[in-house]
T-cell receptor, first 117, second 111 residues
């Protein structure tokens, strides 16, 4: 049981390049999330999904796209990288919504550190 | 804007003392509240969740919620150097499917 895995761990992009951050969970969770964390800041929600085929915007969706074709995978796409997207990206998953029930705890992946130059 | 405010610290306490971390939120209808611990360079991990007014205890950790005053706090008793980390408060507002994080409080426990 690997939990939530993310690839790559580190990446440097040039302005205008594109890339996909991969996220996979093996816990059969329905909910999946993408967050970004800037230095010294909390996490900001980019997109989330409540199940395969269903996605919705979070606080900071501009410049990103997502898809959820399977329960396990939730890739995040950056189309035209900008320096403002330099951040650490965390993927998370949970069985249900964050209502405080122990079985709906969010589990986080190890993160992807992205630098755009 | 769903605001969650935390004192960024840093907060320093001696080993064995009680560390007190505070968080306020703006959405009066918020339903559930979470404390995460994040070690430097690592991902957040859940410590406590609480959704009823009052105290909830789990080992050395106690979460306190006061919905009328819109604050939630985390007490760490008998603080250990291994508790040195950033503590993130998160709040689930009335909309339900997501929650909002504060900027975190950095805690250092001095041996």
């Amino acid at each position: 049981n690997a939990g939530v895995t993310q690839t790559p761990k580190f990446r440097i992009l040039k302005i205008g390049q594109s890339m996909t951050l991969q996220c996979t969970q093996d816990m059969n969770h329905n909910y999946m999330y993408w967050y970004r964390q800037d230095p010294g800041m909390g996490l900001k929600l980019i997109y989330y999904s409540v199940g395969a085929g269903i996605t919705d915007k979070g606080e900071v969706p501009n410049g990103y796209n997502v898809s959820r074709s399977t329960t396990e995978d939730f890739p995040l796409r950056l189309e035209l990288a900008a320096p403002s997207q330099t951040s650490v990206y965390f993927c998370a998953s949970s069985y249900g919504p964050p209502d405080g029930a122990s079985y709906n705890e969010q589990f986080f992946g190890p993160g992807t550190r992205l630098t755009v130059l | 804007q769903k605001e969650v405010e935390q004192n960024s610290g840093p907060l320093s306490v001696p080993e064995g003392a009680i560390a007190s971390l505070n968080c306020t939120y703006s959405d009066r209808g918020s339903q559930s509240f979470f404390w995460y611990r994040q070690y430097s360079g690592k991902s957040p991990e859940l410590i406590m969740s609480i959704y009823s007014n009052g105290d909830k205890e789990d080992g050395r950790f106690t979460a306190q919620l006061n919905k009328a005053s819109q604050y939630v706090s985390l007490l760490i008793r008998d603080s250990q150097p291994s508790d040195s980390a950033t503590y993130l408060c998160a709040v689930n507002p009335t909309t339900g499917n997501q929650f909002y994080f504060g900027t975190g409080t950095s805690l250092t426990v001095i041996p």
